[in-house]
């Protein structure tokens, strides 16, 4: 008997995926340019507001993380994450100062923003660190960095972890709220960023070994078949939207 074996996609084949379906957006909307006619730039609107959905298995999104965050920062080893329903599981381990540490945290997705200007991953936190293992440069400063997580969790009531990112310059945080935020390695890859300026990704939601990408087309970029000014434009509009000038 035949055992039939699947291979995930990479994370380049995933890409490929995100710009062939802005590639077909883009042939829907010039079909709607070639039919204009009085109400065709309605049409042209409400094709790209349809939201359309990019699928990332959990493989892809931990060789993405290595690729763009973990070859990128030096005081981290290791960064992947174990996708569930509605919330996820991150793995870290640091190396800095003289601490190993092999960290762990749940954590839920706030918000996901990829376009043209940013690309940020939105966490909040939901349980405190778990410390999976340390170890240090000397004995002292192991008992050290114990007590300082025993008291952070015990008598502040908080938790060292976006502290501890925001120090190697991973993620800032605010409250419970930690921000992760990829353009700065991004930037550096030109496909990418040219898909981003056709697709931008507005929101996600996490599923069991998946997160699965809310994504629009970008109008602008698109009807200006990539050039600085725009072939249609507002002016275009033959039904121009009422303004809230009241003139008496």
Not at 41 to 68: D, G, H, I
Not at 102 to 129: C, E, I, K, P, Y
């Amino acid at each position: 008997m035949r055992t039939a074996t699947f291979e995930l996609p990479t994370f380049d084949e995933l890409k490929q995926k995100l710009q062939q379906t802005s590639q077909q957006k883009s042939v829907k909307i010039i079909q709607h340019l070639g039919e204009f006619s009085q109400n065709s730039y309605e049409k042209l609107e409400n094709a790209v507001e349809q939201e359309f959905f990019v699928p990332a298995n959990q493989t892809q999104l931990n060789q993405a993380l290595e690729r763009f965050v973990t070859n990128n920062v030096d005081a981290i080893l290791d960064l992947h994450l174990d996708l569930h329903e509605n919330w996820l599981r991150l793995y870290t381990t640091v190396n800095t100062y003289g601490v190993f540490a092999n960290l762990a945290v749940n954590l839920s997705l706030v918000h996901v923003q990829l376009d043209r200007h940013h690309q940020r991953f939105v966490f909040g936190q939901l349980s405190n660190t778990d410390v999976l293992a340390l170890h240090t440069d000397n004995y002292f400063k192991t008992k050290a960095v114990r007590l300082a997580v025993w008291f952070f969790h015990k008598v502040l009531k908080k938790d060292p972890l976006g502290m501890i990112l925001q120090k190697i310059n991973l993620v800032h945080q605010k409250e419970e709220i930690l921000y992760l935020d990829i353009g700065r390695w991004l930037k550096k890859n030109q496909m990418i960023m040219d898909t981003l300026k056709k697709v931008q990704v507005n929101h996600g939601f996490l599923a069991e070994e998946q997160l699965v990408l809310k994504a629009n087309a970008n109008i602008a970029e698109i009807i200006s078949l990539g050039t600085d000014k725009l072939v249609i434009s507002e002016a275009d509009n033959p039904t121009p939207k009422p303004t809230n000038d009241n003139k008496n």
